[in-house]
């Protein structure tokens, strides 16, 4: 019914930046939150930043200042731009999103694939 599909992971050096999407389609009538997870080995998954319908934000403490949440509301898509990446960043990153459905009209919540992000030191 919902598709999440992220892209824009890949290996960058410590200090370095990446940005990463994800494209909701489907059978979508609307969409509530949106968010971004990240599990490392042996981590749990941990909630990295979410952003409403309207745009406001909350993110872990250990990348705020560093890493930035937003959305097109229009294509159904949001980003990440994480900048001065560190080691401890490495982990596989998850868009997560609560979406009504047409079919029934429930709202759920729907993940994507995963992107892998890895920083060297």
């Known amino acids: 019914q919902v598709q999440l599909v992220e892209s824009g992971g890949g290996l960058v050096q410590a200090g370095g930046s990446l940005t990463l999407s994800c494209a909701a389609s489907g059978s979508i009538s609307n969409i509530n939150t949106m968010a971004w997870y990240r599990q490392g080995p042996g981590n749990q998954r941990e909630l990295v930043a979410v952003?409403?319908?309207?745009?406001?934000?909350k993110y872990a403490d250990s990348v705020k200042g560093r890493f930035t949440i937003s959305r097109d509301n229009a294509k159904n898509t949001i980003y990440l731009q994480m900048n001065s990446l560190k080691p401890e960043d490495t982990a596989g990153y998850y868009c997560?999103?609560?979406?009504?459905?047409?079919?029934?009209?429930?709202?759920?919540?729907?993940w994507g694939q995963g992107t892998q992000v890895t920083v060297s030191s």
């Open positions: 997560n999103a609560r979406v009504r459905v047409l079919i029934n009209w429930r709202e759920s919540d729907y």
């Open positions: 952003i409403s319908t309207g745009g406001d934000t």
